[in-house]
Nanobody, 126 residues
Framework: QVQLVESGGGLVQAGGSLRLSCAAS????????MGWFRQAPAKEREFVAV????????DYADSVKGRFTISRDNAKNTVYLQMNSLKPEDTADYYC???????????????????WGQGTQVTVSS
């Protein structure tokens, strides 16, 4: 069992930055691929970024590539999402999710993840 708690959301002006954190419980954090997803009002939850269990590989949605950076600290059981050059269209609830590194399913899709946090709200004003 993995419990995830996000933090770091808030209100920021366009062009600003925020860093989201996701703290995980349990001793096996390093066995999980970690993803960030977001969901805007009346929209489906969408992939934002992913990082493999070792942190050696990352991937991003095209909409955030070059602006967002995902990282993790396995010693602290935490994954981060650094968000720069924020745009109003980045406004959403942001969720972290955990996928066991050997489980089936592509990291791009929500069903691949077994554990989810409660979300943190990010609002970008124009």
């Amino acid at each position: 069992q993995v419990q995830l708690v996000e933090s770091g959301g808030g209100l920021v002006q366009a062009g600003g930055s925020l860093r989201l954190s996701c703290a995980a419980s349990g001793r096996t954090f390093s066995s999980y691929t970690m993803g960030w997803f977001r969901q805007a009002p009346a929209k489906e939850r969408e992939f934002v970024a992913v990082i493999t269990s070792s942190g050696g590989t990352t991937d991003y949605a095209d909409s955030v590539k070059g602006r967002f950076t995902i990282s993790r600290d396995n010693a602290k059981n935490t994954v981060y999402l650094q968000m720069n050059s924020l745009k109003p269209e980045d406004t959403a609830d942001y969720y972290c999710a955990a996928k066991y590194k050997y489980s089936a399913g592509h990291y791009f899709y929500t069903p691949a993840y077994s554990y989810w946090g409660q979300g943190t709200q990010v609002t970008v004003s124009s």
